[in-house]
């Protein structure tokens, strides 16, 4: 079960980003709720990003950005930090938190798809960030060490993971004591139940593997984080909403 979602993921990722490469959009299909960063579209995509956030960016980046939210907004990236985006995608919240750290910081971008990996490094070309790097790997194991990362953002990704409990312990693994997560991601209400979840979309359209408030709070405590927040922002279908989760680890 593990493997098939997962190869799910990776292939409906797959097709987004060769798409885009091959400039005829992003070839998928995010249910009925939005695809592919759509000006007009604000519960998904380029719509979640200011005019001024995405002004400068390669068109591709922009084109690419497939999540809920927008984590850089509420990360609180300072200049000098080391980042990391999990689920990074065509680069686009890579290339915003490398405005952000600066030239003495450093951003790594994870993704598991090869073409993903291609589009965003196309993409951080184009946009002269020296101070990025993508690696290949899983959110359940980030190719880092302990201790190494300022700040973990993440952008509609976690709820895509078979394995959630393993993502949040690498989370805490790879953070700095001190170091914080500011995540988008979507989240149902507590009442509705796993079948509810599923029944309302696929695991690849990001429905049908959301945690609940609770479960993302419990989980996140459990992983080794304090103060633990999780702010519903906008609703994307029945009692499931994009939301806001940010925690801290520790000093």
Do not use: W
């Not at 249910?31 to 960063?37: A, Q, V």
């Not at 300072?78 to 985006?85: F, K, N, Q, S, Y």
């Not at 959630?164 to 009442?191: C, F, H, M, Q, T």
């Amino acid at each position: 079960m593990t493997t098939d979602v997962r190869e799910q993921v990776r292939e409906r990722y797959a097709e987004a980003a060769s798409s885009l490469a091959q400039g005829s959009g992003c070839g998928c299909d995010c249910e009925s709720i939005g695809c592919c960063g759509e000006e007009e579209t604000t519960l998904f995509g380029q719509g979640l990003y200011t005019g001024g956030e995405r002004a400068g960016l390669p068109e591709n980046a922009v084109a690419a950005s497939l999540g809920c939210g927008n984590p850089v907004a509420v990360a609180e990236i300072h200049e000098g930090e080391t980042v990391l985006d999990l689920g990074s995608g065509g680069g686009i919240d890579v290339l915003l938190s490398s405005r952000r750290v600066g030239p003495t910081g450093t951003v790594y971008g994870l993704d598991m798809t090869d073409e993903m990996l291609e589009l965003a490094r196309a993409n951080a070309r184009a946009a002269g960030a020296a101070n990025v790097h993508f690696l290949k790997g899983l959110i359940e194991e980030i190719p880092l060490p302990a201790d190494s990362v300022d700040v973990v953002i993440s952008n509609c990704v976690v709820n895509l993971s078979p394995e959630k409990p393993r993502v949040l312990a690498e989370i805490v693994r790879v953070l700095r004591p001190g170091g914080r997560v500011g995540i988008s991601d979507i989240v149902a209400e507590n009442r509705l139940s796993t079948a509810d979840r599923a029944e309302r979309g696929s695991h690849v359209g990001c429905i049908a593997g959301a945690l609940s408030e609770s479960e993302y709070r419990e989980g996140l405590t459990a992983a080794g984080l304090d103060r633990v927040e999780v702010e519903f922002t906008h609703r994307v279908a029945d009692r499931m909403h994009g939301a806001i989760v940010r925690a801290r680890k520790p000093a």
